[in-house]
């Protein structure tokens, strides 16, 4: 009977171990990387500022625009779109075709773009 | 079959009273292991959707606003969006805990803002939110 009491135990206290100390990384991880966001944005925001030249603001949307979209693509797992946001990928597809990349250097992303526009796909 | 019938049991099978505690002792090993990853697994999978699905929010809303940025083509328009993300990234600053250090670029670049904010009084944000943009521009200062 103590035996079991002490399995019992030892397996409750493992399992709120086991959360706890995954909870706690999983939590600093996240705060770390809105950390860097919040300083990337800040350092954006005066770069445009001190530019004040239409031109940046519009590499800068450009550059944002891709890394949304290329985020999206490497997205996993079993999620559905609101109506809000499959507009608003259809509108950044159609964005993305009347304005081709110039610069070779965004070519291999192509094929990696082109999975983002199905991401809205499920009904 | 009760507890007490499986020591009972135990003890037929192993002969010896110390093979019945060893067995308990591994059957404790296992079960913390076991506990443990389940811990950890339960977290990963109730947590990590919630997680993704934030991120996931936050894309489609950079993509909306980049958007609006290029299809208006207009620097006020543009410069009123980086205004808001600036004020709401210090504002996230602001509502950090203690428990880390600036990096020197990130000291750079709030001394910038604080610079760019004293230069341009008219972007400071409304009354209510200044001491919020205030205290996000002091981040790094006690944090070095």
Redesign the interface.
């Given at each position: 009977m103590v035996w079991f009491a002490i399995v019992l135990a030892g397996g409750m206290t493992s399992f709120y171990l086991g959360s706890y100390s995954v909870g706690y990384a999983m939590t600093q991880l996240a705060w770390q990387n809105h950390r860097g966001d919040d300083f990337g944005n800040v350092k954006a925001a005066i770069w445009l500022f001190t530019r004040n030249d239409l031109t940046a603001y519009h590499q800068f949307s450009v550059g944002q625009l891709r890394d949304g979209v290329i985020h999206l693509a490497v997205e996993d797992g079993d999620w559905r779109c609101s109506d809000n946001q499959r507009r608003t990928l259809s509108r950044a597809r159609i964005w993305w075709k009347d304005h081709p990349d110039p610069t070779p250097t965004y070519a291999p992303l192509e094929r990696i773009v082109e999975k983002s526009w199905s991401a809205c796909d499920k009904p | 079959m009760n507890?007490?019938n499986l020591t009972s049991a135990l003890t037929q099978a192993f002969g010896r009273p110390w093979m019945i505690?060893l067995s308990?002792f591994v059957?404790?090993v296992v079960?913390?292991?076991?506990?443990?990853?389940?811990?950890?697994r339960?977290?990963?999978w109730g947590?990590s959707?919630l997680?993704?699905?934030g991120?996931?929010g936050a894309?489609?809303a950079?993509?909306?606003?980049?958007?609006a940025?290029?299809?208006r083509?207009d620097?006020a328009f543009?410069?009123g969006l980086?205004?808001a993300?600036?004020r709401?990234?210090?504002i996230?600053?602001a509502a950090?805990d203690d428990g880390?250090r600036c990096a020197s670029?990130?000291s750079k670049?709030?001394a910038?803002?604080k610079s760019?904010f004293d230069a341009?009084p008219e972007h400071r944000a409304t009354r209510e939110l200044q001491p919020f943009i205030a205290d996000g521009l002091r981040t790094c200062e006690t944090r070095m």
């Open positions: - | 507890i007490r505690h308990w059957l404790l079960t913390c292991v076991a506990g443990v990853q389940l811990g950890s339960t977290l990963n947590v959707p997680v993704w699905q991120e996931r894309q489609f950079k993509i909306s606003t980049s958007l940025e290029l299809e083509n620097i543009s410069e980086a205004v993300r600036l709401t990234a210090l996230g600053l950090e880390w670029y990130q670049a709030m910038d803002a760019w341009h």
